[in-house]
């Protein structure tokens, strides 16, 4: 079973009079334990496109398969659109369960520490991982993300005594913590340096190998790109190689 499939995807926005389609007819899959990049220049849909992936931004038209669930599958996508709030909670849950998000801005809360700030989405709870772990568990579990991650000295430092390499590194621990098959990463390397980039890159080609964590990206970074075991290319919207 695949951990992602898209089925015949559309987007499309109404820009003043011009109808611009954003993700034009996109189909693919991608397996479970795959280190995946959506690649395309700027201005290709690669980020509208794992937007919806990611169950942020709603299709026009078309199916989004997560671990075998239709996400859309009764739903009216024309009628959702001008009522969204509709589909919020539903939406809600299948994110908590099945992905994690990393930002290439990284989105810490500065007024929390780094410990505090991973374990954020399991105080939200409504996961797999926040529901099945008492809190020496928890505890248990951070500290282990910590350390895989190189923050153990760290755990009691705010967002703004860290690098950016730091930032990040906090950023993909808490992607991590619900225990998400999925974890989706817009341009993760896009504000570090490319000694910073390099070392995240290799931290999450292990923690996709040791942990059999679906890694996916949106990227025009090469270097993620050549390190991917499967490449999808979008191009004004269409998918060229999936």
Same mark, same amino acid.
């Given at each position: 079973?695949?951990?992602?499939?898209?089925?015949?995807?559309c987007?499309?926005?109404?820009?003043?009079?011009?109808?611009?389609?954003a993700?034009?007819?996109?189909?693919?899959?991608?397996e479970?334990?795959?280190?995946?990049?959506?690649?395309?220049?700027?201005?290709?849909?690669?980020?509208? =496109? @794992?937007?919806?992936i /990611? &169950?942020? $931004?709603?299709?026009?038209?078309?199916?989004?398969? #997560?671990? *075998?669930?239709?996400?859309?599958?009764?739903?009216?996508?024309?009628?959702?659109?001008?009522?969204?709030?509709?589909?919020?909670?539903?939406?809600?849950?299948?994110?908590?369960?099945?992905?994690?998000?990393?930002?290439?801005?990284?989105?810490?809360?500065?007024?929390?520490?780094?410990?505090?700030?991973?374990?954020?989405?399991?105080?939200l709870?409504?996961?797999?991982?926040?529901?099945?772990?008492?809190?020496?568990?928890?505890?248990?579990?951070?500290?282990? =993300? @910590?350390?895989?991650? /190189? &923050?153990? $000295?760290?755990?009691?430092?705010?967002?703004?005594? #860290?690098? *950016?390499?730091?930032?990040?590194?906090?950023?993909?621990?808490?992607?991590?913590?619900?225990?998400?098959?999925?974890?989706?990463?817009?341009?993760?390397?896009?504000?570090?340096?490319?000694?910073?980039?390099?070392?995240?890159?290799?931290?999450?080609?292990?923690?996709?190998?040791?942990?059999?964590?679906?890694?996916?990206?949106s990227?025009?970074?090469?270097?993620?790109?050549?390190?991917?075991?499967?490449?999808?290319?979008?191009?004004?919207?269409?998918?060229?190689?999936?």
């Amino acid at each position: 079973m695949s951990a992602i499939e898209l089925k015949n995807i559309c987007k499309t926005y109404q820009m003043d009079k011009v109808e611009v389609k954003a993700v034009d007819n996109a189909t693919f899959s991608i397996e479970k334990g795959e280190f995946a990049a959506i690649s395309g220049p700027s201005g290709s849909g690669k980020s509208t =496109l @794992l937007n919806i992936i /990611g &169950l942020v $931004d709603l299709p026009s038209s078309g199916s989004v398969i #997560l671990d *075998g669930k239709d996400v859309y599958a009764s739903v009216n996508l024309a009628k959702c659109a001008k009522t969204p709030l509709s589909l919020d909670s539903m939406l809600t849950h299948m994110r908590r369960t099945h992905l994690g998000f990393i930002f290439q801005t990284f989105n810490l809360i500065p007024v929390l520490n780094v410990k505090e700030n991973i374990e954020l989405p399991l105080k939200l709870g409504k996961s797999p991982a926040a529901d099945s772990m008492n809190k020496k568990e928890r505890d248990e579990w951070i500290d282990f =993300l @910590l350390e895989t991650v /190189g &923050l153990t $000295d760290w755990k009691k430092h705010k967002p703004s005594e #860290l690098s *950016g390499g730091q930032r990040q590194r906090v950023a993909i621990a808490r992607a991590l913590v619900t225990k998400a098959p999925v974890i989706l990463a817009d341009e993760p390397t896009a504000n570090l340096d490319s000694k910073n980039g390099e070392q995240i890159l290799e931290l999450m080609k292990k923690l996709n190998e040791d942990l059999k964590t679906t890694f996916v990206f949106s990227t025009h970074d090469q270097k993620i790109v050549n390190m991917s075991n499967h490449v999808i290319r979008i191009r004004d919207g269409k998918i060229l190689e999936a």
